[in-house]
């Protein structure tokens, strides 16, 4: 059983361009996750989603930032006109249930120049 | 509001030695509490978790947790350190005021295990 697949691994983007970064559950998981690691800090949430339903956005920024969980395929977050304090590494985690453990991706790092 | 504290920023072992790395949580109910650690420029790898039951909760790789109810604590213990358990450790509890199962952290603790 393949394990949660982030990609791309790692995402170099300018100020003001978009970032898409992708996330495959495991698979039986439908529930994701996203949280976000600043430098040298620790995993903050950001969203949470079931397929084709947002259910806890409450820490995920109000603007330029979307995420979306369709009936097929992977999860996406989405960051629109990206500057350089969106530089962080992003993690996705799924799990069969929210009672149930998380399991992690290893991330996508993304760089803002 | 619910939260977790690492009060270490790093603990240095030498190989053989046992280890701790201690977390304190602060929740309104029961806690789900969580141990994962990371390696460099890697994702994160579930260690342990306790939900209830007993108070000495065994992980992957050797680690065991402690909970203590009455000191609000969940330390991460081995009985012998390996020079590969260097790494990255995060404590994390369960957020119960939210019923979504997401996850609270804490700042994580650098874990050095010299030879």
């Known amino acids: 059983n393949a394990g949660v697949m982030q990609n791309p691994r790692h995402l170099v983007r300018r100020r003001g361009q978009e970032a898409r970064l992708r996330c495959s559950p495991m698979?039986?998981?439908?529930?994701v996750y996203w949280y976000r690691q600043l430098p040298e800090e620790g995993l903050k949430f950001m969203v949470y989603l079931q397929k084709e339903n947002i259910i806890d956005e409450s820490g995920m920024p109000k603007e330029r930032f979307s995420a979306e969980f369709p009936k097929e395929g992977p999860s996406i977050l989405r960051i629109q006109q990206v500057v350089r304090g969106d530089s962080a590494a992003y993690f996705c985690a799924s799990s069969p249930d929210r009672e149930e453990t998380q399991y992690f991706g290893p991330g996508t790092r993304l760089l803002v120049l | 509001a619910q939260s977790v504290a690492q009060p270490e920023d790093q603990v240095n072992v030498a190989e053989g030695n046992p280890l701790t790395v201690k977390c304190t949580y602060s929740?309104?109910?029961?806690?789900?509490l969580f141990w994962y650690v990371q390696y460099p420029n890697r994702g994160l790898q579930f260690l342990l978790k306790?939900?209830?039951?007993?108070?000495l909760v065994k992980g992957s790789y050797g680690f065991e947790a402690e909970f203590n109810k009455s000191q609000t604590s969940f330390h991460l213990k081995k009985p012998s350190a390996l020079v590969s358990d260097s790494a990255l450790y995060f404590c994390a509890v369960r957020d119960e005021t939210s019923n979504t199962g997401k996850l609270i952290f804490g700042q994580g603790t650098t874990l050095q295990v010299k030879p």
């Open positions: 698979k039986g998981h439908s529930h």
């Open positions: 306790y939900i209830t039951g007993d108070n």
């Open positions: 929740v309104s109910g029961n806690p789900y």
